[in-house]
C-alpha cells in the first residue's frame, strides 16, 4: 500500500485512493493492466465475476489505444528501435469507491486518437470492444480533443456490502 493510501485509510475512509499505471501503448502490456485490475478487485474482496468483467473491460479499453500503424499519424514504427520506441504510453486509473468501480484509460502523450467510426460501429476495429464493454459496465464516457486527447471513463456499480457487525 502506497502512501497515498494509507493516509486515506488512516482518515477513516473507506475509499482507497486510485491506483495509477503508465505502460508503453503497445499490446504486450496490455497483460499487465489485466493483472493490476485482479489485485484491485480481491484487494477490496469483490466478487469473482466482477472482477473478471472488468479485467475483460480493461483489456478491451487498452486495445482501442494500442499501436497500430494506421493510427499513428506521426508515421512511428516501434518495431524500430529500443522496446520504448516513440509509440507513446497509455495511463490507466482504477479507482473503487464504495458504490462503483472506476476506470480511467487516457492518452497522457495526447496522441492516441478514438476515431468516430471505431467508437459507433461494431464491426469496425475497436467498435466490437466497445460492445463488449459496454455490456459489462454501467457508464461509458468517451472524449477526444486536441488539447485533452483521447480518454475513455468507464464506471461499473458495486453492489452494496454489507458492513461487519462489531
Known amino acids: 500500500m502506497d502512501a497515498t493510501s494509507e493516509q486515506s485509510m488512516v ?13 508503453p501503448c503497445k499490446a504486450e502490456y496490455v497483460g499487465l493492466c489485466r493483472l493490476v485490475a485482479g489485485v ?13 468483467d472488468m479485467k475483460l473491460v480493461v483489456t478491451e479499453a487498452c486495445a482501442c489505444f494500442v499501436w497500430r500503424p494506421e493510427n499513428d499519424p506521426l508515421g512511428n514504427d516501434p518495431s524500430a528501435g529500443s522496446e520504448f520506441s516513440d509509440v507513446g504510453s497509455l495511463r490507466i486509473d482504477f479507482h473503487i469507491k464504495p458504490d462503483s468501480w472506476e476506470i480511467t484509460v487516457r492518452d497522457p502523450d495526447q496522441r492516441r486518437r478514438m476515431s468516430e467510426l471505431c ?3 461494431p464491426l469496425s476495429e475497436g467498435g466490437l470492444g466497445l460492445t463488449i464493454i459496454k455490456a459489462l459496465v454501467d457508464t461509458v ?19 452494496a456490502h ?5
Open 141 to 159: 464516457e468517451q472524449s477526444d480533443s486536441a488539447s485533452g486527447g483521447s480518454v475513455l471513463r468507464l464506471v461499473k456499480r458495486l453492489p
Open 11 to 23: 482518515k477513516g475512509a473507506r475509499e482507497p485512493a486510485p491506483i495509477s499505471l503508465v505502460i
Open 40 to 52: 484491485v478487485g480481491a484487494r477490496e474482496s469483490l466478487d469473482e465475476d466482477v472482477i473478471a
Open 162 to 166: 454489507p458492513t461487519p457487525s462489531a
Open 119 to 121: 467508437r459507433c460501429d
